[in-house]
């Protein structure tokens, strides 16, 4: 792990600094995702829009400080499974939205598109072969309230916005300034092992603060440092069959050598948010750094066998992997009016910087004379987005509200680039014959697999809306896009809303969407060790589609997704009492990209030769009523998603299960939070649907496995000391519950007795005590 005491200085005199800052409540409940004229409240939008604000943030103790955690904690359509064993995906999560992929969604900060990661996570179940947004780059205490567009807006905001759109806007007021720490940990009975144990320490402390500039500016900023320990949830395993059955094997027989759970993972955040008069117009800029190293365990090598090296390790080895992550956004920009039109110009980079290597491991075929330790590769993209929007209202006679027109265009240069290895960690040592050549838990990127490409994006857009009618809101939107690599695209959508009473409208909205493929999926090269024939851990060679190996395997130019969307439901708005949303959706996707095994030569690729279809629907429900001199808020969420591959003989049995049920069926969540003047009381309970886990190791192995459905519960209580001084202590899934043990099939011979799929993970209940202050 890096040395951080230089950031924790930095952090600890921040913290204290920022001690001479008043507070400055504020609660908005308008939306700016999902339509480019004025905002508005989330239930006069035509689409479905979640709005968490930052009192919600504030009430969920996302482990370790995770906004991905905390998203899945609250948002009924999000899942952010926690990988293990998993090479870079331990590093790097991913999240999917309404059971599509991680890289179906895209996401926004003030409104202003963000970079993904550099690294493709190829080891993965949920997410294999994306390279997604990372949302545990954003601190928690950094946001003013995050926006949820459930719906498909590739017609308003370009490629990748299949499933929908994630807005999280930055605080920004003028003064004040808060401080927050967090302490937890994991306490539960493991049965498989039948201990009890207490692991997993997270800490985090944060803080932020804002100043006026001027009359009318501010400038915010922030820091947050997080770290957690690790976690280890093996079974006491038997040593697998297609293992060397020599003594030094068998003394390993029925012990606890894996370590599946969360790795140590420590970072630090920086954040700023800025607007400032100049004349008549506004400038501002807002930006984000985090650095995050965090590990992730391989599988065990036991002693004897062809990864082993008993003159090195005599008890074997458990490879360890690392993730040093760099990434950086920044944006700027100056808005104003001119002409009646306000105008926008804006320009964002972004950065990510991933370094993937390993310890506590080595390249067996040069024996004794191997390094330990190795820097695997490299990878980074960055992203360089310019921006013009513009926004004009005309009055026309005939229609009940001023015709918005927005139009704008935007254009992109994207950047990718990898680096080898060391040399020993994919050069054959004189042992090659008889040894696995390569680092353990790698092998690395060799030098001459190393690509550096580029393309630049090209868009315009135009959209309209207006009230036709006092009750009838409708909008249309049109974008075309060129990416100078492989083609265009022209998407459209059309959205509206009836409000047939008072308290009851309709809406609905229909329009194609597009994915463009990453530059990361057109160039990707690395090779991991993942399951083979039998469960045998083997060597697969990811290339790209352009490599002559992969063009003999069939491999074709990759190709943009498209889709159609289709969304219609209701809302019922009985003020406090009680707010209801129901929306039924259905997505066709055409061409996705998904990873290929060949059929030779253990590599694979990615394709675009599956189409699916994604039906659900989501309900919302909240409402407040009063309880004394308390109030109670009570919550629903509820979504449901059923994905059907097309055309299922194209892709093998693994895949299948990705695309169609490893994601739950379906997810339930129910809360309340009781508010009196000095203390408040949160519950919530939350039911994951089933997922299925479908192994394909050859031979006939009756290896699918539904694994059901999983309650969890969370709560928290807290205490005001002082108007300003707030104390909580809490815990997530507090009853201790796990998934179901995996299956004697699916269990690695008893050494990982439960299945990264479900989302109510493999740690068990976890407990914490937070404190904050506002100033």
Not at 399 to 407: D, E, N
């Amino acid at each position: 792990m890096k040395n951080y005491t230089f950031g924790k200085i930095f952090i600890a005199f921040f913290l204290c600094t920022s001690l001479s800052y008043a507070a400055d409540a504020e609660v908005e409940e308008v939306v700016v995702v999902g339509s480019r004229s004025a905002a508005r409240e989330a239930l006069d939008s035509p689409v479905p829009v979640d709005v968490i604000s930052a009192d919600e943030i504030e009430m969920v103790a996302a482990l370790g400080g995770e906004l991905g955690e905390l998203l899945q904690a609250l948002s009924p359509s999000f899942n952010f499974p926690r990988q293990s064993n998993s090479g870079s995906a331990d590093h790097i999560r991913s999240a999917q939205l309404r059971g599509l992929s991680p890289d179906h969604v895209l996401v926004l900060v003030n409104g202003k598109r963000q970079h993904t990661t550099a690294v493709v996570n190829l080891e993965s179940k949920v997410g294999r072969g994306t390279n997604a947004f990372d949302f545990n780059t954003i601190p928690l205490i950094s946001i003013k309230r995050i926006e949820i567009l459930r719906d498909g807006a590739a017609a308003q905001y370009g490629s990748d916005a299949i499933a929908g759109v994630i807005n999280i806007v930055l605080k920004d007021q003028s003064e004040g300034g808060s401080f927050t720490a967090l302490y937890g940990g994991h306490r539960t009975d493991f049965a498989p092992s039948d201990e009890t144990l207490t692991d997993g320490e997270s800490f985090s402390v944060a803080a932020d603060f804002g100043f006026a500039i001027g009359e009318n500016g501010s400038f915010r900023v922030g820091a947050e440092y997080r770290d957690r320990s690790s976690t280890n949830r093996a079974g006491i395993g038997a040593l697998p069959f297609f293992e060397d059955q020599t003594p030094a094997n068998i003394a390993l027989d029925n012990k606890q050598v894996f370590a599946p759970g969360d790795g140590d993972s420590e970072s630090i955040t920086l954040f700023y948010n800025t607007h400032i008069d100049v004349g008549e117009n506004e400038f501002y800029s807002f930006g984000n750094y985090n650095q995050r190293d965090a590990e992730g365990a391989a599988f065990f090598r036991y002693p004897d066998g062809f990864s082993g090296v008993p003159s090195v390790y005599p008890q074997g080895f458990r490879p360890v992997t690392t993730g040093d992550s760099d990434d950086l956004s920044i944006a700027a920009g100056l808005r104003g009016n001119a002409f009646n039109t306000n105008w926008d110009l804006s320009i964002i980079y972004g950065l990510n910087d991933y370094d993937f290597g390993v310890f506590n491991s080595i390249n067996p075929s040069f024996g004794s004379a191997s390094p330990l330790s190795f820097a695997l590769a490299g990878f980074e993209f960055d992203q360089t987005t310019i921006n013009a929007d513009f926004v004009r209202a005309f009055d026309l006679a005939r229609l009940s509200s001023p015709l918005s027109f927005a139009y704008g265009a935007e254009l992109r240069f994207e950047n990718y680039q990898t680096k080898a290895g060391d040399p020993l960690s994919y050069q054959a040592g004189p042992f090659a014959d008889s040894k696995a050549v390569g680092a353990e838990a790698g092998p690395g990127l060799s030098s001459d697999s190393v690509v550096d490409v580029d393309r630049t994006v090209f868009a315009f857009y135009a959209d309209l809306e207006t009230h036709i009618t006092e009750n009838v809101l409708l909008g249309v939107a049109a974008r075309y896009e060129d990416y100078d690599d492989f083609g265009d695209s022209l998407n459209g959508k059309i959205s509206g809303r009836f409000q047939l009473t008072d308290s009851f409208a309709l809406r609905a909205a229909y329009g194609t969407s597009f994915r463009a493929p990453s530059l990361a999926q057109t160039s990707f090269e690395f090779s991991t060790q993942d399951f083979g024939q039998g469960g045998q851990l083997e060597v697969f060679g990811h290339i790209p589609v352009s490599d002559s190996l992969a063009i003999a395997n069939g491999a074709v130019p990759l190709k943009e997704e498209s889709s159609n969307n289709l969304s219609a439901g209701f809302i019922v708005d009985l003020g406090d009492t009680l707010k209801l949303t129901v929306d039924y959706y259905t997505i066709d996707i055409d061409d996705r990209i998904t990873v290929i095994q060949g059929s030779t030569d253990n590599v694979t690729f990615f394709s675009n030769l599956v189409d699916t279809q994604t039906d659900g629907f989501d309900i919302t429900a909240t409402g407040l009523f009063d309880i004394g001199a308390g109030a109670f808020i009570w919550n629903i969420g509820y979504n449901t998603s059923d994905t059907d591959v097309k055309n299922p003989t194209v892709i093998g049995e693994e895949e299948l299960n990705t695309l169609e049920t490893a994601a739950p069926d379906d997810k339930l969540i129910l809360s309340g939070v009781l508010n009196f003047d000095r203390w408040s009381a949160m519950l919530r309970t939350t039911r994951f649907g089933e997922t299925t886990r479908d192994f394909d190791f050859g031979g006939g192995f009756p290896d699918a496995q539904i694994l059901g459905a999983d309650w969890s519960v969370d709560l928290e209580l807290a205490f005001n000391v002082s108007d300003a001084w707030r104390v909580a202590v809490g815990g997530a899934n507090v009853l201790d519950e796990y998934p179901d043990l995996s299956s004697e099939d699916n269990n690695f011979f008893g050494h990982l007795p439960f299945d990264v799929l479900p989302p109510i993970g493999m740690n068990g209940a976890y407990w914490y005590i937070r404190t904050s202050y506002d100033f």
